[in-house]
């Protein structure tokens, strides 16, 4: 029951958004449904630490323990995105527009319930549809602020990812046809896993190509990352932190999901593709990262590189990698929506997103130019971070099970991208600042933001909470047969 | 591809016919130059779906089916038509769109080879067809797809492209509904609904474009890139 009550307060809240009065009410509206929406997921992530499966309506509406992490994922950063939004919409993007202000609130709701719908729906036809539906409702926070670049990211945006859901589509229905073959049950995914091995290998390898090949374009692997830095370099801060949770995370999560079903069939060449997909993913976003001027774009990048090492963590296999991957994928979400509230706040510090012409961040803005450098190292994978947590787990999974070459390239590839963010970052803090460099003071709503996103970074570096460990393990399981 | 020692009936044999002038309407988008016939040439293709649909019904008596023939002849054929020319500046449809990446002798040359991969790639698949209408509509449906991917890769104009996605998506369903025809109603319906908000939100995307920049010549838009 509590997933269909998620749903409705997003939806709600939405509607809510729009009615025409001042300024106030519809980030009020926004903050107290984010609110709800976390503490009923933290109860779906409880309820499904102790029995396997919440389910609202069976074989349609339901959450295993995978779905409830992504589910605690995208409902926290909707609410510290929602508190950060606050003051960054009002004074930066929207500034004295309160009708902008309201469409703003209500578009954003919408992004969040298509968010909220991927990893509780069991169908995997209605997966897709939420999918699509993340597009559609995201597209205009990404051309928010209706100049030319902002328009043509847009465009890239949604040709560039209906194109994906189009070959998604044509996968989707042939699994579908797959587990017609062997039977007429519903088509969720824990049915297929379960027939799975009496499933023509062909059909479920053509349906694996064209999902990984559609949903790789949404979630920005390599080579169909192009709009990926486009969009985010456009979208408000706030709202990158959610495409990089949504576009990202949610969509990835689809993809993962791919991995136990095919193992059923013959051989783990899944495991291959991810592999092979998460390399060239992590290695083209690592050397992309030294070349960035936008501050934005190096967070983009950085946002792919991670793909990128869940994906080769998934590959690899086995419960330590798979416990690993689940760990990064945790973290890479916590650390990256707190990056980008830090990029937001340096933008509101210094009114520019251009690496080259911000100095000095220390002198001008010093909490801002705390957050970034902590954002810098927290996502780069220094510890005690959460992600060095993951990362180290990763790699270790990966040479215990004998991928040597993989590991190898991995931690290249890691260590290049984590000199490339430093580097960038490190120039933006220190250094002589230019001199009339103004910008806005920061809100406190703005300041709540970045204490709560940063909490769990520093914290789950450090420890891992029973419960939260115990979830993580569950999930992990799901990853494989 | 076939079996020649079956017979065919004739629901099977109208399905092919409708699968072929299907595939002859892909190519035409490929050659096509004016705008506005490339959106009559989408409503065309989509009237090509719905009777693919409405024969496989009709031959196995499935409702559903003839329900998502209905659903497609209204979504597509009419609605998402009538939406795209309702949003965009009549000006844009009257253009003939001469810039494209590739010139369409070769274009067309393209589409024949991807066709023919196609049918390599469908090939070890057929054999688990139960059904020999399968054998007509999934390669036919697989190749429209990756034949619109080409014409949105090489097309420069905003609707051409547009359109291009939603003859992507026929290919999927024409495929879809001989490969998936009992996919539960409410998902077809969602879907259809889905592809109708993708259809409206590129057309209102489009006229910001030709408002605030005043071209739909998107792939001349290159602001954003890696330098």
Known sequence: ?481 | MLDHNTTLSIFAKLDALAGGLFLLSAFGMVAMRQVLAYLNLFALQSVLLASSAFVLGYQYESNHLIAVAGITLVVKAVLITWLLRRTIDREVYARREISQALNIPSSLLIAMVLTIIVYFVSSPLLSFASDPTIKFNLPIGMAGLLIGAYVVTVRREAVPQVIGILSMENGAFFAGISIASSLPLIAELAAAFDVLIIALVMGLLTRRIHERVGTTAVGKMVSLREE
Not at chain 1, 9 to 23: E, H, M, R, T
Not at chain 1, 132 to 150: H, I, K
Not at chain 1, 209 to 232: C, E, M, N, R, S
Not at chain 1, 436 to 444: E, F, H, Q, V, Y
């Open chain 1, 1 to 481: 029951m509590e997933l269909i009550i998620i749903l409705v307060i997003a939806l709600l809240a939405a509607g809510l958004s729009l009615i025409p009065v001042g300024k106030k009410l519809a980030p009020a509206i926004t903050n107290i449904g984010t609110l709800a929406i976390f503490l009923l997921s933290l109860r779906v992530a409880f309820v499904a630490i102790k029995s396997a499966e919440v389910v609202a309506l069976k074989n349609w509406v339901a959450c295993d323990s995978l779905g409830a992490i992504i589910l605690l994922l995208v409902a926290f950063v909707g609410l510290t995105a929602s508190i950060f939004s606050w003051g960054y919409v009002e004074k930066r993007v929207a500034v004295n527009n309160p009708y902008k202000i309201r469409r703003y609130y209500a578009l954003y709701n919408l992004f969040l319930f298509s968010m909220l719908a991927i990893p509780m729906l069991s169908n995997i036809a209605l997966v897709w549809i939420a999918v699509g539906l993340t597009t559609v409702s995201s597209v205009f926070l990404v051309a928010f602020d209706n100049t030319s670049e902002s328009l043509e990211a847009a465009w890239k945006y949604i040709i560039l990812t209906s194109m994906g859901a189009a070959f998604a589509l044509l996968g989707v229905l042939i699994l579908y046809w797959g587990l017609n073959t062997v039977g007429h049950g519903p088509f969720t995914w824990a049915e297929l896993v379960k027939l799975s091995p009496g499933i023509p290998g062909d059909i479920l390898k053509t349906a694996f190509i064209f999902i990984l090949i559609g949903l790789g374009t949404k979630a920005g692997l390599v080579p169909f990352h192009t709009w990926l830095p486009d969009a985010y370099s456009q979208a408000p801060a706030p709202v990158c932190a959610l495409l990089s949770i949504a576009e990202s995370t949610t969509v990835l999560y689809v993809i993962l999901r791919m991995q136990p079903i095919l193992q059923g069939a013959a051989g783990n060449y899944a495991g291959v593709w991810f592999i092979v997909f998460g390399l060239i993913s992590v290695g083209v976003a690592a050397f992309l990262i030294i070349q960035v001027k936008d501050l934005k774009r190096l967070f983009a990048f950085s946002t792919i590189e991670h793909m990128g090492i869940i994906l080769v963590a998934a590959g690899i296999g086995g419960p330590a990698a798979w416990y690993a991957a689940t760990l990064q994928i945790v973290s890479h979400a916590l650390a990256k929506s707190f990056a980008f509230f830090a990029t937001g706040s340096s933008l509101m510090a210094t009114g520019n997103q251009d690496i080259a012409s911000v100095r000095g961040l220390i002198r001008t803005s010093p909490v801002s130019a705390v957050s970034l450098a902590v954002a810098g190292l927290a996502i780069a994978g220094a510890p005690p971070f959460a992600v060095f947590l993951s990362e180290f787990s990763i790699l270790k999974a990966g040479l215990t099970s004998g991928q040597y070459i993989a590991s190898g390239l991995l931690a290249f590839f890691i260590v290049i991208a984590f000199w490339g963010v430093m580097y960038h970052i490190n120039r933006m803090v220190f250094g002589r600042p230019e001199p009339g460099s103004k910008g806005i003071p920061l809100r406190a709503s703005n300041i709540t933001a970045l204490l709560l996103a940063g909490a769990p970074i520093v914290l789950l570096g450090l420890f891992l909470p029973g419960p939260f460990n115990k979830l993580v393990h569950l999930a992990s399981i799901l990853l494989g047969r």
